[in-house]
C-alpha cells in the first residue's frame, strides 16, 4: 500500500512539473540566465563535512541545471565557477576547485556534445594550471559547432578588472586610430567585454540567501531581473530554476520606460 502511495505521490510529482514546463514554455522564456552558485561550504558544513565536498556536490548541480536549461531552449547559461577573488581561499580549496572543470568536462563533455551544447569561457585563461587550460579548450574545441545550449564557465572572472582592461583597449584603439571618440557609446563598450559575443542576461539567480553581486557582470546586469533563494546551490534543483524562470515571466521589464497602454492613461 505505501508503496503505491509513494508510486502515486512521485508520478503526480512529475505530472506537476511537466505541466510546469509546458506552461513556463509558452511564455516568454530568459534568453540568457546567470547564476552565482553560493552556499557549497555551508552546505558542507552543516554535515560536517570539507569545503571541497560541498564543491563536488555542486558540480552534480551544474550537470542537472545544464541538462534542464538545453532542454527549455535557454540560448546562453552563464556560471559563476571562480572569481578573481577567490584565490584568496585556501590552497587545497583553490586546487580543488581548479580541478573541477576538469572532472566534470571528463566525464560530461560527450554527453554535452551529444546534447547540442556549446561549451565557452570567460575569464583570465593565462591564470588558470594547463591541465584545467586543456580541459577547457577541448571542450571548447569540441562543441564548437553545436548550436544549443551556451555554457559559459566565468573562470577566474571578475567584473571590475574586466571594465579596466576594456577602458585600455578602447584607449589603445583611440590612440591608433582604430575608433575616435565618436564612436564610443554602450555598444561599443560592450564589444570590448568577456562577453561580446552574448547577450546581457535576463535572469540572475543567486543562491544561498546572500544579496550581492561579487563582481559578476556589474555592467551586463544593468537591466537583468534579479532572483535570490536562500537555497545552497547543492541544493539547488531542476524545482528551483523553474521557479526562477516563473518569476522571471511574472515580472514586468520597462527598462526605464513605460508600457505602452501606460501612456494613453
Ligand atoms: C561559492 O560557494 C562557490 C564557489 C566559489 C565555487 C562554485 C563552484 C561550483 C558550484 C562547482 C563548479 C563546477 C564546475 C563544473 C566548474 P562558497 O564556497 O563561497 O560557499 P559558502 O559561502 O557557503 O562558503
Redesign the pocket.
Known sequence: MLKKMKFWKSSRTIMAEKDRVEFILQNQLPNHIAII???????AKKRALP?IA??HE??KV?KKITKLANRLGIKTLTLY??STE?WKRPKQEVDY?MK??EE?LSSFLPELNEENVQVCMMGYKEQLPLSTRNAVDKAIETTKDNTGLKLN?ALNYGSRSEIIDAIKDISNDLKNGEITETDLNEDLFSSYLMTKELPEPDLLIRT?GELRLSNFMLWQLAYTELWFTDV??PDFSEGHLLEAIEAFQSRSRRYGGIHKEEIRK
Open positions: 552558485m553560493d552556499g557549497n561550504g555551508r552546505w569545503r560541498g564543491h555542486g558540480m551544474v565557477a571562480f577567490n576547485l573541477l572543470p566534470f564557465f544561498s545552497l546551490w
